[in-house]
């Protein structure tokens, strides 16, 4: 019995869904479900683990930028 890969996935970090990649021709294609990782959207990526690190590094951005000290002026 074969089973053929799925043609879509979730992409969960730290159980947020920052949304579905469907596979296509050219590798697999993010659609955003949370506004964080709209900038992703529409993004053609090789493989689903490239899709999972680009949606880690948004969220790591993001903490980072919250948890860094504002500059007194």
Known sequence: ??????NAYI??????A?????????GFR???SERLFDRLEGR???SAGDA????RAVLS????????PLLAS
Do not use: K
């Open 18 to 26: 920052a949304g579905i990649i469907t596979r296509d021709e050219r």
């Open 1 to 6: 019995m074969s089973q053929t890969p799925s």
């Open 52 to 55: 999972e690190r680009a949606a």
């Open 44 to 46: 053609q990526f090789r």
């Open 61 to 68: 951005q993001r903490s980072r930028r919250a948890s860094s």
């Open 11 to 16: 992409i969960e970090i730290h159980d947020r």
């Open 30 to 32: 993010f659609f955003s």
